[in-house]
């Protein structure tokens, strides 16, 4: 087992640091984010930091780094108070990927990333087409965190858009059929594919395994 | 493609709402959580909501929700400000999931999860054996969110451990050799298998596959 301490990797030269500390975390969700401009341009980013909060109120959160591309989605959703999340699968990961080179504020990212927009009842924020799996967002607001310059975004969701099949009665989603994918580190995709389902765990009892 | 909106979804009976809510932003990180009390009781817990928050500083953050089980690792962070995060692999996943029983604060979840307390380097958190993969973390700040009623930690990267031969010299980290597991929901996990590594996209530039 190797140990690398702080005073190590903070002296890793700037790209070689920033692949090792973006990695440090292991697979992290990806998706992207649908914005409008006041100005009715459209804008498309990728994030790897969204999180659930919370069911009551359904609540997700984000991370947004001004100091990079998605710059234009925080000014965006602070202007409309809205954006869609969008899952991304395998089949067109290239694409989202494209997502994240820096493109000027009045280029539209769906067209350069050869996606294409959707708009579905009246939502203020475009959806991606090609993306099975989709949530409607309303800002609620934004924490500011001076310490890296970072912005967590507290969104409620109000839609969600998925294929009726994978929706059992119970509640449960079954992933297993969507080929969404996740990633390590800055550009590394893996696709996941289901282990187990395991029953609620209790103090004392042996788990189950759920078919 | 079926649309839920949220005075749907909000009506769902508890369970139901709670595994279709959880479900939502897709497969999460997952991660095991190890604490030390004032009075030296080792904790551990399961978090799902890791996150990556830059570079410079090292820094990184998860949510504890202290209406569940994860109460006990809030005030050991908050007594201590240290904990450890460990990644989980295959091999131990019903172990891990085990982690998210409510136990009593007196309690070692260690020993009902039957997984080794590892003691490194005199940090004052436990980490976990069977993990091949550790962060020692140290407390920064804590940002309440009274909307949900949730914590969000943010912590100081100091140490990393991990296998020597996943660590290329470029500071690329290579997950496909180390069988880290995601989540989906709250019960569901999944094993993630290599697509690719793309270059890193600009714009009007096409993007490579590095092998």
């Not at 924490?143 to 967590?152: G, M």
């Amino acid at each position: 087992m190797l140990r690398v301490n702080e005073s190590e990797f903070m002296q890793f030269e700037p790209r070689k640091k920033a692949r090792f500390i973006n990695s440090l975390t292991g697979f992290k969700s990806v998706h992207l984010i649908g914005t409008q401009s006041q100005s009715a341009v459209s804008n498309l980013s990728i994030i790897s930091s969204a999180i659930h909060l919370s069911s009551n109120p359904p609540m997700m959160a984000f991370v947004i780094r001004p100091d990079v591309v998605q710059r234009d989605t925080l000014e965006n959703i602070r202007e409309t108070g809205y954006c869609t999340l969008n899952h991304i699968h395998a089949e067109f990961l290239e694409k989202a990927h494209q997502a994240s080179a820096r493109y000027d504020k009045e280029i539209n990212e769906f067209q350069e990333c050869e996606l294409s927009e959707e708009h579905l009842n009246q939502f203020p924020a475009p959806f991606v087409n090609e993306s099975q799996f989709k949530l409607a967002l309303k800002f609620i607001r934004e924490i500011d965190i001076p310490e890296n310059k970072t912005h967590l975004m507290l969104m409620k969701i109000q839609d969600v858009y998925l294929p009726k099949e994978i929706l059992d009665s119970d509640g449960f989603i079954d992933y297993n059929h969507l080929e969404n994918i996740v990633v390590a580190g800055l550009d590394t995709y893996y696709q996941p594919t289901r282990i187990k389902r395991l029953s609620y765990a209790k103090p004392f009892k042996d788990l189950k395994t759920i078919e």
